[in-house]
């Protein structure tokens, strides 16, 4: 499913090759977790940490 998404994004938007700076959209890792037992604290920084920031 990523791949296939990160294919059909960039095919649409090219800016994203440039903004990524990498082939690949997605990171390797994943979460799993639910809504009700994650806040959103820390789903936020679980993004940011995936991006690097």
């Known amino acids: ?3 296939y998404t ?5 095919e649409q938007f090219p800016q994203l090759k440039k903004v990524c700076g990498r082939e690949q ?3 390797q890792a ?3 977790g639910t809504a009700g037992s994650v ?7 679980y993004i940011q940490e995936c991006q690097g920031q």
């Open 6 to 10: 990160s294919r059909k994004l960039r």
């Open 39 to 45: 806040s959103a604290e820390v789903v936020r920084r």
């Open 1 to 3: 499913m990523k791949g």
């Open 30 to 32: 994943y979460y799993v």
């Open 25 to 27: 959209l997605w990171t």
